[in-house]
């Protein structure tokens, strides 16, 4: 009878030729042999009969949900239910067989291991949401309390979706329900509110978390925390936390140091951060490494000390600690921009000697340094001399290049560049790379040559700012074409930039010197923000004020 009952089941359940549960869809036969199951920590039913059992309850339950009645005469047991909800091919499906067994009419039961299939499931299609809602039912209806390996994965799988807020509640939620939740996944949830620039919460919950005594903090946990500190700018706070570590048996390790030394000279106290240096060099239990001088060398070349970060650089050599690309990137910036181009030769050349490779940043700040002392020959050479290496210019490179063109008013050169800058299908526009260009070519009173790299722009999607309109309001003006200008300052409003102070004066200005006095009320009015550019103003309605004109 049981036999009899099952196959009416089975037969009565029919699929969409290409339906996924198609596979699953046997006639029932004594010899029939189950499919493979995939290795799981889920039990699985044995018995054939619950084995088809589990595969008629996830068909009716997807396809027929009216024929699910027909189940409570055969009592499936909670293996079957389990087993049904893994014959899904999707995790909408599963949840929907989830749903259906574990509500009316049949409610059964559910088991542990379909929540955790499910929530698995959800969770790797990036449904955190159903997911959170069936890990709460599990703990709070269901009375299962996840092992710490699980809680973790659901935990960081969340953290990794950036459902930030989420997992704190949830992480909250397991901690009163007495679920062991291990370090690391509080770790990874600090170290993502740091890297979503919320560097505060971060903090707080790390000091609630040790306030209610929810875990015992480790090594990495005072890092990420004092990462987080030292990114906000409030290096007291890393110290103190440097201090509280052998409160919970723990020592500040390299990776510590040099997130405290790094944060000292952002915070411009490099001093400081030399001193920790010194103090590690001095104790030697943990040791300085290519990052903690890198650090303290950068420090100072952005204060423009070059005589201590020279000092620093030579220690780290006696040190016998190995400068690395980024160290040498760093002083030849710094000896750039104070205008020591030998000496940023000269770290190019230790560069060379230690055979560390250069990269864009290298052969960049070098550009930049020849550009600043006005040496554009030499930034040339070093220009062919990157293409030998294979290393391609990035934006900054051509923006440093062609601006330092423009300043010597070398047009040709510049615009040469510019147009090798706009065959590069790697590189996006950037405004501040075109308005040196434009300027030069306003001044020299070449301003349909202008409109044209403004139409370059525009097609490039390269948004002109309000520098490139004031640039060409004011190139025509000189020109006398007093109407393009008018057209361009409304083309301005229109895209969202405001004029300032200076380009209005310095329009009003040309509009008198040209003789529009009503224009000049109309471009008053806009730029009061009193009215649009498309509204039509009447001279009887515009006010005539006192007003600075730019000569």
């Not at 147009?419 to 299908?425: A, F, G, H, I, T």
């Not at 349909?448 to 309000?466: S, V, Y």
Request: charged share 20%; glycine share 6%.
């Amino acid at each position: 009878m049981f036999l009899r009952h099952h196959t009416f089941l089975l037969i009565r359940l029919r699929f969409p030729p290409h339906h996924p549960l198609r596979l699953l869809h046997y006639s029932f036969s004594p010899d029939a042999h189950p499919p493979p199951q995939h290795p799981s920590r889920t039990p699985v039913p044995t018995h054939a009969a619950e084995l088809w059992i589990a595969k008629a309850l996830a068909s009716a339950a997807l396809l027929r949900s009216h024929r699910l009645p027909a189940f409570r005469g055969l009592a499936p047991s909670q293996l079957a239910a389990a087993a049904a909800v893994r014959l899904a091919p999707c995790a909408a499906a599963a949840l929907r067989i989830f749903s259906s067994l574990h509500s009316p009419p049949l409610s059964l039961p559910p088991s542990e291991h379909s929540y955790r299939h499910v929530i698995s499931f959800l969770c790797r299609s990036g449904r955190h949401s159903d997911a959170l809602k069936l890990f709460d039912q599990m703990m709070e209806q269901s009375g299962y309390l996840p092992d710490a390996v699980f809680f973790s994965f659901v935990a960081g799988s969340c953290t990794n979706a950036g459902v930030l807020d989420a997992t704190a509640t949830l992480l909250a939620k397991g901690s009163q329900f007495g679920c062991h939740i291990e370090p690391y996944a509080y770790n990874k949830l600090m170290n993502s509110f740091i890297a979503h620039g919320r560097a505060q919460e971060a903090v707080a919950l790390f000091e609630r978390l040790i306030q209610e005594g929810l875990y015992s903090p480790d090594v990495w946990s005072f890092n990420v925390v004092i990462k987080g500190v030292c990114r906000v700018g409030n290096v007291q706070k890393a110290l103190e936390l440097v201090e509280r570590m052998g409160e919970f048996g723990c020592s500040p390790d390299t990776v510590t140091h040099n997130i405290l030394v790094d944060g000292l000279c952002r915070a411009k106290e490099v001093n400081k951060g030399r001193e920790v240096l010194r103090r590690l060099q001095r104790d030697g239990v943990c040791m300085p490494n290519v990052v903690t001088y890198t650090s303290v060398i950068s420090g100072y070349c952005k204060a423009g000390s070059m005589e201590d970060a020279k000092a620093v650089y030579n220690d780290m050599l006696e040190s016998g600690t190995t400068p690395n690309t980024v160290t040498y990137n760093v002083l030849i910036n710094g000896y750039g921009k104070a205008g020591d181009i030998e000496s940023a030769v000269g770290m190019y050349r230790q560069l060379m000697l230690r055979r560390c490779p250069p990269d864009v940043v290298t052969f960049s700040s070098l550009i930049d340094g020849y550009c600043r002392c006005g040496q554009l020959d030499g930034a040339m050479r070093i220009w062919k001399e990157m293409a030998q290496y294979h290393i391609q210019p990035n934006v900054y490179t051509f923006s440093t290049m062609i601006h330092s063109f423009c300043k010597q008013n070398r047009l040709e050169e510049a615009l040469g560049l510019l147009r090798e800058l706009n065959m590069r299908e790697d590189i996006a526009p950037r405004t501040f790379i075109y308005n040196p260009v434009i300027d030069i070519l306003c001044k020299g009173g070449r301003v349909d040559e202008a409109n044209l790299i403004l139409l370059d722009m525009e097609e490039k999607r390269c948004h002109p700012d309000k520098y490139t309109y004031t640039i060409l309001i004011i190139g025509h003006c000189m020109k006398g074409r007093i109407s393009e200008a008018i057209t361009l300052f409304h083309k301005m409003v229109d895209t969202g930039c405001y004029p300032d102070n200076i380009i209005v004066n310095s329009f009003i200005s040309c509009l008198l010197k040209a003789g529009m006095p009503n224009e000049v009320d109309r471009i008053m009015l806009i730029a009061s923000g009193h009215a649009s550019s498309s509204q039509k103003v009447c001279s009887h309605q515009g006010q005539r004020l006192d007003i600075s004109v730019a000569v």
